[in-house]
């Protein structure tokens, strides 16, 4: 399985961002079904739904941002063996998540998204989310090959580095996506006072 | 008969030679052999293990990247979405496919104004890859004649001086760029290079909380952080890489490919 792994890097790499033939429209095909969900018709320049990398979920499921597009996503980075900042930082989410009782489950998500993906297969986000009691109507986990992921960090200005042994020193942000998938507000540091974000959240609710 | 198998030995001799070439160094590129060096990042003291990897010998060229855009329109000016470059994305580019009114000067001078996403996207293009920071940094030690020249005190205080001349109205062509021990032209004194982790270094002052790491970061007890604070040369690298943003583009930073062996 090891060895596979820069096997599947090479080939993310070569299916993703260098192909001379234009993905971006089946792509575009793809984001116009979505945005009719969501209302829109386009994704703005600043959408992090523009990423056109492949991820599995905890279903083991092949999917592609954009398919979050249409709800308001809290996005957030993790590792399941990570023993002192993440726990947290789940903590945190679920803190928000308690606030917003009032809205329905379609209206918000949250995407907690691996920093090992070495280690962190669809199988132990799944066990992850179990294990946390998170509801899977609201939860989406991710994974993807590292060169995605570091994509993804980039555009959430996570800082993240991979010690080896298991320890990933990293940042620790909440990310607010709109429908659109436009950052529009970042919690960072773990235990913060949540209301900023709620409100957040509430204006952009109120405002679909 | 005897010249024919002459003939044939000497043709396959060269077949092979030739795919043996191909394999061993791609055109441009160099070999940096592996070893151990200690970064200039957090407080641990523990020297990072770099293997030997394939580097680009010049930082891509305005004509290079002309004709990566040409190949691969996504890349060009008009059509390159804000979330992967910034307005001022080849900047001095007067149109899609031309460089501007200083073509002539600037050809073989490194393409600056370029984003990450889209120095990756050249290099994946190519087979390659961007250099990690351990990688860059490693190749960077190196002085004309050494590997690692980090304590001639000579070769550190030209660095310095390089980098604190200001930057040329022209780029000059990267050929003519001081080139080290590997063969690597201009990893000191042309411009600044996208890596491909450079977002990756942890100075923080306070890394528990690693809060609001923008304005943290080197202000303060930022430098506490760092190895070796008399490379300072290599510390500007690192203080000039945690600022950047992904699809920042900036006057005097490119970038080089590289490849895994």
Same mark, same amino acid.
């Given at each position: !399985?090891? *060895?596979?792994?820069?096997? /599947?890097?090479?080939?993310? &790499?070569?299916?993703?961002?260098?192909?001379? +033939?234009?993905?971006?429209?089946?792509?575009?095909?793809?984001?116009?079904?979505?945005?009719?969900?969501?209302?829109?018709?386009?994704?703005?320049?600043?959408?992090?739904?523009?990423?056109?990398?492949?991820?599995?979920?905890?279903?083991?499921?092949?999917?592609? @941002?954009?398919?979050?597009?249409?709800?308001?996503?809290?996005? $957030?980075? !993790?590792?399941?063996?990570?023993?002192?900042?993440?726990?947290?930082?789940?903590?945190?989410?679920?803190?928000?998540?308690?606030? &917003?009782?009032? *809205?329905?489950?379609?209206?918000?998500?949250?995407?907690?998204?691996?920093?090992?993906?070495?280690?962190?297969?669809?199988?132990?986000?799944? %066990?992850?989310?179990?294990?946390?009691?998170?509801?899977?109507?609201?939860?989406?986990?991710?994974?993807?090959?590292?060169?995605?992921?570091?994509?993804?960090?980039?555009?959430?200005?996570?800082?993240?580095?991979?010690?080896?042994?298991?320890?990933?020193?990293?940042?620790?942000?909440?990310?607010?996506?709109?429908?659109?998938?436009?950052?529009?507000?970042? %919690?960072?540091?773990? #235990?913060?006072?949540?209301?900023?974000?709620?409100? +957040?959240?509430?204006?952009?609710?109120?405002?679909? | 008969? !005897?010249?024919?198998?002459?003939?044939?030995?000497? &043709?396959?001799?060269?077949?092979?030679?030739?795919?043996?070439?191909?394999?061993?160094?791609?055109?441009? !590129?160099?070999?940096?052999?592996?070893?151990?060096?200690?970064?200039?990042?957090?407080?641990?003291?523990?020297?990072?293990?770099?293997?030997?990897?394939?580097?680009?010998?010049?930082?891509?060229?305005?004509?290079?990247?002309?004709?990566?855009?040409?190949?691969?329109?996504?890349?060009?000016?008009?059509?390159?979405?804000?979330?992967?470059?910034?307005?001022?994305?080849?900047?001095?580019?007067?149109?899609?496919?031309?460089?501007?009114?200083?073509?002539?000067?600037?050809?073989?001078?490194?393409?600056?104004?370029?984003?990450?996403?889209?120095?990756?996207?050249?290099?994946?293009? %190519?087979?390659?890859?961007?250099?990690?920071?351990?990688?860059?940094?490693?190749?960077? @030690?190196?002085?004309?004649?050494?590997?690692?020249? $980090?304590?001639?005190?000579? =070769?550190?205080?030209?660095?310095?001086?390089?980098?604190?001349?200001?930057?040329?109205?022209?780029?000059?062509?990267?050929?003519?760029? =001081?080139?080290?021990?590997?063969?690597?032209?201009?990893?000191?004194?042309?411009?600044?290079?996208? +890596?491909?982790?450079?977002?990756?270094?942890?100075?923080?002052?306070?890394?528990?909380?690693?809060?609001?790491?923008?304005?943290?970061?080197?202000?303060? /007890?930022? /430098?506490? #952080?760092?190895?070796?604070?008399?490379?300072?040369?290599?510390?500007?690298?690192?203080? =000039?890489?945690?600022?950047?943003? $992904?699809?920042?583009?900036?006057?005097? @930073?490119?970038?080089?490919?590289?490849?895994?062996?």
């Amino acid at each position: !399985m090891k *060895y596979l792994l820069p096997l /599947s890097i090479l080939l993310g &790499l070569t299916l993703s961002s260098c192909s001379e +033939t234009n993905t971006t429209d089946a792509l575009a095909a793809h984001q116009s079904a979505q945005a009719t969900i969501a209302g829109n018709t386009e994704l703005s320049e600043m959408s992090l739904y523009n990423l056109e990398s492949e991820w599995q979920n905890e279903d083991d499921e092949t999917v592609k @941002l954009v398919q979050l597009n249409g709800k308001v996503q809290l996005v $957030a980075m !993790m590792y399941t063996n990570c023993t002192y900042a993440c726990p947290r930082i789940v903590a945190d989410l679920k803190r928000i998540e308690a606030k &917003l009782d009032n *809205y329905k489950k379609e209206d918000v998500g949250i995407v907690l998204v691996t920093m090992d993906p070495e280690n962190d297969t669809p199988e132990k986000l799944q %066990q992850f989310a179990t294990d946390n009691n998170l509801d899977p109507d609201r939860w989406t986990l991710l994974t993807s090959d590292e060169m995605n992921i570091q994509e993804l960090a980039v555009l959430l200005n996570m800082k993240y580095k991979n010690g080896g042994k298991g320890e990933i020193a990293h940042s620790n942000i909440i990310t607010v996506l709109n429908a659109g998938g436009e950052i529009i507000h970042q %919690q960072e540091g773990l #235990g913060k006072d949540p209301d900023e974000t709620v409100k +957040t959240i509430d204006g952009l609710l109120r405002s679909i | 008969m !005897m010249l024919h198998r002459l003939l044939l030995f000497v &043709l396959l001799v060269g077949v092979c030679g030739n795919v043996q070439a191909q394999k061993s160094l791609p055109k441009n !590129m160099v070999n940096v052999k592996g070893g151990t060096f200690v970064p200039l990042y957090g407080n641990d003291s523990i020297p990072v293990k770099v293997k030997t990897f394939l580097m680009d010998v010049y930082p891509v060229t305005n004509t290079e990247y002309l004709a990566f855009v040409n190949k691969y329109p996504k890349w060009r000016k008009s059509a390159v979405k804000k979330i992967f470059a910034d307005e001022s994305y080849l900047k001095n580019w007067t149109a899609d496919l031309n460089i501007g009114p200083n073509a002539a000067k600037i050809q073989n001078s490194p393409v600056v104004n370029v984003s990450w996403f889209s120095a990756k996207a050249y290099c994946e293009c %190519q087979g390659k890859r961007l250099a990690t920071v351990e990688e860059w940094e490693y190749a960077a @030690l190196a002085s004309e004649t050494k590997a690692n020249a $980090a304590n001639d005190d000579k =070769f550190y205080q030209r660095s310095i001086e390089w980098y604190s001349k200001p930057n040329p109205t022209y780029l000059p062509p990267v050929k003519e760029s =001081f080139r080290n021990y590997y063969g690597l032209h201009g990893m000191i004194g042309l411009v600044w290079e996208w +890596t491909q982790n450079f977002n990756s270094a942890m100075v923080v002052g306070e890394s528990r909380a690693d809060v609001t790491m923008d304005r943290q970061l080197f202000c303060g /007890s930022g /430098s506490d #952080g760092a190895k070796d604070v008399k490379n300072y040369v290599a510390f500007m690298r690192y203080a =000039f890489r945690s600022s950047l943003k $992904a699809n920042y583009t900036v006057a005097n @930073l490119g970038f080089r490919c590289a490849k895994s062996i």
